[in-house]
């Protein structure tokens, strides 16, 4: 994609963002008691695991949706990387920079990340962000995220396996709109993207404390290819 192609996409993706006040707003209100109705993350431990060792000592992270920092921020920045946490919620960002005082964390929505504020980096970890993105921003945001990567660069990727389209679902007493992909689609739109699949897991999760019903969650080891 040249130059011209990414801004064009970039300014697409701003046109397509929608408010998105209200779930920072449910994450806000749910704070630390997310860690707590989500107290297992083989998974995501795995899948951070296969970043924080596939990258040499001393690289540059982006934690992307990085709620409280654990286990994500705090796993990477204990296996010796740097690490950039960003996510919408101020709430959730407060807990992080006090579970991870190592780390640099910034406020904002994914949006924004396309004029390069924050940098480039040689690693990327996305589990369960995009997931609160309707699904014609995915795309997109899977681009944006190519683009702020090295060449060569990981991206750590979890979605929940589901059919659905900016759905909105009860969590924690609270409202939150998610959207989703069945597994070759998702398979289609990281390719498409421009990334390889260089490992895939996925487990069933049932959250504890919650009204959330059980899930199937994918976790895609990706390379920018």
């Known amino acids: 994609m040249s130059g011209d192609d990414q801004r ?7 046109r397509l963002g929608l408010d998105r006040s209200g779930q920072a707003e449910a994450f806000d209100a749910i704070g630390d008691r997310y860690d707590e109705a989500f107290p297992h993350k083989e998974g995501q431990l795995a899948s951070g695991a296969w970043l924080a ?25 204990d296996a010796g990387h740097t690490v950039v946490g960003y996510d919408l ?12 005082p190592e780390a640099a964390f910034h406020e904002g929505d994914l949006a924004a990340l396309r004029d390069g504020r924050l940098g480039t980096f040689d ?16 795309p997109h945001a899977l681009r944006m995220l190519h683009a702020l990567l090295r060449p060569g660069g990981l991206l750590a990727l979890s979605m929940v396996e589901a059919d659905v389209d900016d759905y909105a679902i009860p969590f924690l007493g609270h409202t939150i709109r998610v959207s989703g992909y069945l597994r070759d689609e998702l398979r289609e739109v990281v390719r498409e993207a421009g990334f390889e699949i260089a490992g895939e897991s996925s487990l069933a999760y049932a959250p504890a404390s919650t009204d959330v019903p059980p899930e199937i969650q994918i976790f895609l080891n990706l390379r920018r290819a």
């Not at 596939?54 to 286990?71: E, K, N, Q, W």
């Not at 919620?89 to 991870?100: E, Q």
């Open 123 to 138: 690693g990327a970890a996305a589990f369960f962000a995009l997931l609160m993105l309707p699904r014609p921003e995915i």
């Open 53 to 77: 060792g596939a990258l040499p000592p001393g690289s540059r992270i982006l934690d992307l949706g990085c709620g409280t920092g654990l286990p994500t921020a705090r796993q990477l920045v």
């Open 8 to 14: 064009d996409d970039y300014d697409g993706y701003a």
């Open 89 to 100: 919620s101020p709430g959730m960002l407060d807990l992080a920079r006090a579970n991870v």
